[in-house]
């Protein structure tokens, strides 16, 4: 019994066995090139001819119709030799009827861009990607560094910068624009002190050892203009001295305030130019009064001695300090510092040493009065009581000597002394009650006063004390 079946015509036809062109030869046949179709036309649907050749799809579903008999059969009845085996290890491509595209193709050449190959673009990407990388990396390293330096740490806010008036600050404040630094050259030396300004016409106190023997005079405003000043006039008993600047606009008198009120404790504020730093504001408080101290006596003469009843403060004060002012809680002028008492010895360049708080300066009612008698004479008087005094007496207390200058009296006919009843000998051992231990306290407390003023002396006569009334007469100063 053959393979092939009988049906009914109506039915499905049988299909005609497979053709010998459709087996798989392991070549292909010369003889069948005839039988193979041409190449289909490209078409919209058609893939790119110029793409590479894509895998074949797989094959459709052959219907059971068409499947292969278990053995073909000829047409004469005799069985068809099986078709040759291909090995599978053939990487040839497989002809599929049905396949979407034929199994031939024809190569036009590349008529579009060339597209990169696998490596390039792999090569393409890791340098891109490198580079994207290191242009990250730094961008990191400066957001690091930039949010480094915008670190904030923690401060105070802003506050209101004014100061109480009776604070060192508000004393400093209203007092400085006032405050002046001179610079004084002479024919063997030069100088620095200070001063501070007395009025609107531009006239200027300092100590007279700052101006003495000065051929030019600077003088420095805290706003660092610098303008020539004059000589008024000066006083070295007192070692006072006004100069007077011309054509400066918007000066800053000080107020003068009131010695007298001044007490130990009360809170003090210094203005100077120490080493020449100018415009320097030191603090203390008032450490004493009436405290009678002399200066200078460089000559050897006592001509150039000057006699002081001080006020005496732990400001600091220092070389440069001298002729500037001494400031209450008020910002008034009470002093006028003037001296220091120093460490032992002096410096390498000769000069006294730094302060040590022992710092003196002239009470202000005592500069007020030689300041004005100054700017209208050019020249101070001195209050006396018309004695000469026994330097060399070693007691306690100021006796009158036995014989004046020149073999003069040493009380004068007719003066002060004589009209109260002192004489030769006499030992004065108070002033006002208070206490004077040499000539040189008993001079520092009549200076303390003005031309005119009455005194109550105790002497000290043929060991009796005696209680005598005086009147102050004047004598032109240095």
Known sequence: MSDSQQTDPAADPVPAPLPRWWSRPAAPAGGHEASVPPPRAASHADPDPVAPPQPDPAPAPVPQWWSRPAQPVAAHGEPVPPAPTVPEAAHEPRYDPWGARPLQTVDHGRTGPRRPRLRQSVLLALGIALLAGGIGGYAGVLAERQAGTRLELPQAAPAD?????????????????????????????????????????????????????????????????????????????????????????????????????????????????????????????????????????DKGDGSDVSYVDALQTDAPINPGNSGGPLLDAKAQVIGINSAIRGGDGKDSSGQQRGSIGLGFAIPVNQGKRVAEELIRTGRATHPVIGVTLDMDYSGDGARVGEKGEDGKPAVPAGGPGARAGIRPGDVITKVDGVRVHGGDELVIKIRAHRPGDRLTLTVLREGRERTLEVVLGSANGS
């Open 161 to 297: 910068r004014g100061r109480a008036p009776d604070s060192v600050a508000g004393i400093a404040a209203t007092a400085l624009p006032g405050v002046v630094t001179l610079h004084v050259n002479g024919a063997e030396s030069s100088s620095t002190g200070t001063g501070f300004v007395l009025d609107g016409q531009g006239h200027i106190l300092t100590n007279h050892h700052v101006v003495n023997g000065a051929r030019t005079i600077t003088v420095t405003f805290s706003t660092g203009e610098s303008v020539s000043a004059e000589l008024v006039g000066g006083d070295t008993g007192y070692d006072l001295a006004v100069v007077k600047v011309d054509g400066v606009r918007g000066l800053r008198p000080l107020a003068l305030g009131n010695s007298e009120n001044v007490k130990v404790g009360d809170p003090v504020v210094a203005i100077g130019a120490p080493f020449d730093l100018s415009n320097t504001v030191t603090a203390g408080i008032i450490s004493a009064t009436g405290r009678p101290i002399t200066a200078g006596g």
